[in-house]
């Protein structure tokens, strides 16, 4: 089954970029969608952005439209660009992936694999 595994995570100036990475430790994830969320501390996890199974969708969450860009390549690995951040952007990312066959989605109820998170820290 799909494991989702994040890398890509680290310390980053303000105004910086990252790109982040998931990949599946089982299958690959041909045929599902994948979303990226994140959770800074004291806070629920929120959505981020979500790619359809084709990558012929995407939605993204208003505070990172225009500055953070999710793809995949094909069925292997999906990532996120994430260009001119900024300290509130300081989180642990997730990715986390639905069902085979299923749209595109920004609730964290409706994924169904979790990988364990990458930590993003945004210096002033």
């Known amino acids: 089954q799909v494991r989702p595994v994040e890398s890509g995570g680290g310390l980053v100036q303000a105004g910086g970029s990252l790109r982040l990475s998931c990949a599946s430790s089982?299958?690959?994830?041909?045929?599902?969608?994948v979303g990226w969320f994140r959770q800074a501390p004291g806070k629920e996890r929120e959505f981020v952005a979500a790619?359809?199974?084709?990558?012929?969708?995407t939605r993204y969450a208003d505070s990172v439209k225009g500055r953070f860009t999710i793809s995949r390549d094909g069925a292997n690995t999906v990532y996120l660009q994430m260009n001119s951040l900024k300290p509130e952007d300081t989180a642990v990312y997730y990715c986390?992936?639905?069902?085979?066959?299923?749209?595109?989605?920004?609730?964290?109820?409706?994924?169904?694999?979790w990988g364990q998170g990458t930590q993003v820290t945004v210096s002033s």
């Open positions: 089982g299958r690959t994830f041909s045929g599902y969608a």
């Open positions: 986390a992936a639905r069902a085979p066959g299923s749209r595109l989605a920004t609730m964290t109820t409706q994924y169904d694999k």
């Open positions: 790619i359809s199974w084709s990558g012929d969708s």
